[in-house]
């Protein structure tokens, strides 16, 4: 049996009872709580070279789950601030639906990176480093998805790329 198996084991046969009911005070909901418990612990021991100390791991896997909570309550936010966006429908013309689902479909051909660069500065209007800031890289990588952006969508819309800055 490998280390991590032992460590894994002796963690959850020990703590593993502590570890849901403090999912459960951060959730309030027992599948949600096991849910953080499961994702933390998956974070932890797919990244960590695990030792054998029970009391670390746990602490590791416990700051693990509030991150993670606290990052799926912000997403929360956020999603429920702009959800109105792409629910209710909008009064358009034709022309503007079609233009719409044309820019929808370009943006899905980008890697991820690339359309969150782009969402970030076309949408959320972030400045190159406050994109770099949220994305955790250089202003340098952030310049670059963008560009490549701008050249793939220029090229999928049929739009001279002068007019997508």
């Given at each position: 049996?490998?280390?991590?198996?032992?460590?894994?084991?002796?963690?959850?046969?020990?703590?593993?009872?502590?570890?849901?009911?403090?999912?459960?005070?951060?959730?309030?909901?027992?599948?949600?709580?096991?849910?953080l418990v499961q994702e933390a612990l998956l974070r932890v021991f797919s990244r960590l070279r695990v030792g054998g100390d029970?009391?670390?791991?746990?602490?590791?896997?416990?700051?693990?789950?509030?991150?993670?909570?606290?990052?799926?309550?912000?997403?929360?936010?956020?999603?429920?601030?702009?959800?109105?966006?792409?629910?209710?429908?909008?009064?358009?013309?034709?022309?503007?639906?079609?233009?719409?689902?044309?820019?929808?479909?370009?943006?899905?051909?980008?890697?991820?990176k690339q359309r969150a660069c782009v969402v970030l500065r076309y949408y959320e209007d972030l400045t190159v480093p406050e994109i770099a800031d949220q994305l955790g890289c250089a202003q340098g990588t952030v310049k670059r998805h963008l560009s490549d952006a701008r050249v793939k969508l220029a090229t999928q819309l049929a739009v001279p790329e002068e007019t997508m800055t």
């Open positions: 049996m490998a280390e991590w198996e032992r460590a894994f084991e002796e963690l959850l046969a020990g703590r593993g009872g502590a570890l849901r009911s403090y999912g459960l005070l951060l959730t309030g909901e027992s599948a949600a709580a096991a849910d029970v009391a670390q791991l746990e602490g590791y896997v416990r700051r693990a789950m509030l991150n993670q909570f606290v990052d799926g309550r912000r997403r929360a936010g956020l999603w429920r601030a702009k959800r109105h966006l792409l629910v209710q429908p909008v009064e358009h013309h034709d022309n503007d639906h079609l233009l719409a689902d044309d820019v929808r479909r370009a943006l899905g051909t980008l890697s991820p």
